[in-house]
């Protein structure tokens, strides 16, 4: 009912531009904001609260966090598709209770998110793995990843972002290992924040054709018994997909 500034408000110019242009569309204004290093906090925050756009509406918080994961990657993909691919690597390492395998191949941009759920846990109380996940090849999504939800788009971003860094394309899987040490859900931000401590950490230096011995190896160090289920699962490791002319 009642509002009192106690401070001076200081609005960063690129914002204060954008949210009083009322002619820009919510995902262009989203565009301009992130060229202008405004990360994906401050973009969830101005799209909840319903401030982009020329007919602005709030938007619950969950929504818009994987709006903007979305969006921020999409800008990203496009020019990824140009770059030559990467060599094969992988990386791996644990946060926050959660423990991540991931896995570049040279080949056409495509990504895959696996969940593999531990027994026991907070999110299964079951004695099995509760293994699940999505995935895109080279021409993108075109519905919604309802399986893993927003924690497809949050490991995506940093994925996509870590591609046009180093200016190459790849295959990538992510594993997410949900350990009994992942006690307590932080939202879809701890998949965003552990894949990108990931991707800062020692690359292993391995022959492609080791590529499954090694996942495996990790999956069985991080608790999993048969990690044959999660490899299995996975539909990119799977397929065989050699040029992306096969998909124009």
């Not at 080791?210 to 990119?236: C, E, Q, R």
Request: with cysteine; proline share 4%.
């Amino acid at each position: 009912k009642k509002i009192n500034i106690t401070v001076n408000v200081k609005i960063q110019k690129p914002i204060e531009k954008i949210t009083d242009d009322t002619d820009i569309l919510a995902n262009t204004a989203l565009t301009e904001l992130n060229k202008n290093k405004i990360d994906e906090y401050q973009l969830t925050k101005l799209l909840s609260i319903g401030t982009l756009g020329k007919n602005p509406k709030l938007v619950p918080t969950k929504w818009a966090i994987t709006a903007v994961d979305d969006k921020i990657g999409i800008d990203n993909y496009k020019e990824i598709l140009t770059y030559p691919e990467i060599d094969f690597k992988i990386v791996t390492h644990h946060y926050l209770g959660n423990k991540y395998i991931i896995c570049f191949f040279p080949a056409p941009y495509s990504f895959e998110f696996i969940e593999i759920i531990f027994p026991n846990t907070k999110d299964n109380h079951e004695n099995s793995f509760h293994i699940q996940s999505d995935y895109e090849f080279p021409q993108g999504r075109k519905t919604y990843a309802e399986i893993t939800a927003g924690g497809y788009y949050a490991s995506r971003l940093p994925i996509l972002e870590h591609l046009k860094k180093i200016k190459r394309q790849a295959r990538v899987i992510v594993f997410r290992c949900i350990t009994d040490d992942y006690t307590t859900p932080l939202g879809v931000w701890v998949v965003r924040e552990g894949t990108r401590e990931t991707l800062k950490h020692q690359v292993k230096d391995i022959d492609e054709s080791l590529a499954k011995d090694v996942i495996g190896f990790f999956l069985k160090k991080y608790g999993m018994s048969n990690p044959t289920l999660a490899i299995k699962h996975s539909v990119l490791l799977r397929e065989k997909q050699t040029s992306i002319k096969n998909f124009k």
